[in-house]
């Protein structure tokens, strides 16, 4: 006999509902229908031909082997010099590591910081995969709410509030999954301040940067030398798939992130790392800050036709590619109505449950990772499924 028992912790780990939106957008594809998809949080856009390119020519000569654990130091190099040219703050390469994704850069951070029990703070709603990963290495994510009003983003006060006898740090997202929102210099100053004042671990995940509208995306390294600093490739770099990601720790952490590095995943994968030398070129960054122009066209599209149709939205999120709409005019159950929304009208979006308990019931995310013109054709689905016509 055998032990057919997953571990204690696996009862808490959550599936993404999205993920069922989408398998059930497949099959409806399947069957012949159209559907929208403002589901999905990647670009549509491929790849930057640059950086496909490199990584084809890394390819063709065949030398597939692992890189160091802390990522090759020419990818290193080119981050550290991004931080200088972007955001005036010296980081040096020794304390850069390259992950697969900004999801392998968490694992990391969090295995380095939490001891068991370690409470951590969190906005609710926020991504996800936080508060599994939070558990998967013993913590206690505790969930903050936050509205409209905070513009979605933990507070210097309501983490001050949140803060009990266990809790160690904070994890914040700037712009935010899923409401596209951000915390300025001044918000970012006053919770830098709370952490330092606790003693406590900020954990920054700056994953969204580049897609940024109107405001500046400002790194906690700008604030906190000791802030925990995670991106990816994923988003405004268009790398999804290639799996890659980096985090910044401070000095005291580095020999620690560089051991767990070696454990989890040997390394990133190589040929994406050869392939990411070229995503800082100046032929890459073109090609992005065009799509960026893009993403904002879009944006701006989509919540003023959101608007019209009656719901509910805070000012323009300022970044990502998210809209998180208040449906209360239309629903109590935004789970239900989403599911409604893809049977009847062939639109995919994904209901507030996946990112946490806040008033979940009343929010929906959409994505703006879908041509204008897909938009225009959701919308009005939208329009005609609300007025009963679908
Ligand atoms: C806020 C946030 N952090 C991290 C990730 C993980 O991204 P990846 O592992 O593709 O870099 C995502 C993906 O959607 C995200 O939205």
């Known amino acids: 006999m055998v032990l057919k028992k997953v571990s204690n912790k696996m009862q808490s780990v959550s599936?993404?509902?999205?993920?069922?939106?989408?398998?059930?957008?497949?099959?409806?594809?399947?069957?012949?229908?159209?559907?929208?998809?403002?589901?999905?949080?990647?670009p549509d856009f491929s790849t930057p031909q640059?950086?496909?390119?490199?990584?084809?020519?890394?390819?063709?000569?065949?030398?597939?082997?692992?890189?160091?654990?802390?990522?090759?130091?020419?990818?290193?190099n080119k981050i550290s010099r991004f931080y200088r040219q972007q955001y005036s703050v010296l980081v040096s390469p020794d304390r850069i590591f390259i992950t697969p994704g900004a999801s392998g850069a968490l694992t990391v951070a969090l295995a380095t910081l939490l001891n068991s029990g370690d409470e951590v703070l969190m906005a609710d709603p926020g991504y996800p995969c936080n508060s599994n990963l939070v558990t998967l290495f013993g913590g206690k994510p505790k969930a903050v709410a936050v509205t409209l009003a905070d513009k979605f983003q933990l507070s210097a006060d309501?983490?001050?509030?949140?803060?009990?006898?266990?809790?160690?740090?904070?994890?914040?997202?700037?712009?935010?999954?899923?409401?596209?929102?951000?915390?300025?210099?001044?918000?970012?100053?006053?919770?830098?301040g709370l952490v330092s004042d606790k003693r406590g671990f900020l954990i920054s995940d700056e994953i969204y940067h580049g897609l940024n509208y109107e405001e500046p995306a400002v790194s906690a390294l700008e604030l906190f030398d000791?802030?925990?600093?995670?991106?990816?490739?994923?988003?405004?770099?268009?790398?999804?798939?290639?799996?890659?990601g980096w985090l910044i720790v401070p000095d005291y952490a580095v020999s620690a992130a560089n051991r767990l590095m070696q454990n989890l995943y040997i390394s990133a994968p190589t040929h994406s790392q050869f392939a990411a030398l070229a995503a800082f070129d100046e032929p890459t960054q073109r090609i992005l800050l065009q799509r960026r122009d893009e993403f904002r066209r879009r944006r701006d599209m989509l919540y003023e036709g959101l608007a019209e149709l009656g719901f509910v939205l805070g000012d323009k999120p300022s970044g990502a590619f998210y809209i998180y709409a208040n449906c209360s005019a239309f629903t109590t159950d935004s789970y239900t109505f989403a599911m409604e929304l893809l049977e009847r009208a062939g639109v995919a979006i994904t209901p507030g449950v996946d990112f946490g308990e806040n008033n979940a019931n009343q929010y929906l995310r959409f994505a703006y990772t879908t041509s204008i013109e897909r938009i225009e054709l959701g919308l009005q689905r939208i329009k005609d499924f609300l007025a009963g016509h679908l």
């Open 15 to 42: 599936s993404f509902f999205v993920m069922e939106v989408m398998a059930r957008a497949k099959t409806l594809e399947g069957l012949g229908r159209d559907i929208v998809h403002m589901e999905v949080g990647e």
């Open 50 to 76: 640059p950086i496909i390119d490199a990584g084809i020519e890394f390819l063709q000569q065949g030398d597939v082997h692992y890189t160091r654990a802390q990522g090759l130091p020419s990818l290193r």
């Open 158 to 192: 309501s983490a001050s509030r949140a803060w009990g006898a266990t809790t160690r740090g904070v994890m914040i997202a700037s712009p935010s999954n899923p409401t596209g929102t951000m915390v300025n210099h001044e918000q970012l100053s006053a919770l830098v």
């Open 226 to 244: 000791e802030a925990f600093v995670l991106n990816s490739f994923s988003k405004f770099f268009g790398m999804t798939g290639w799996r890659l």
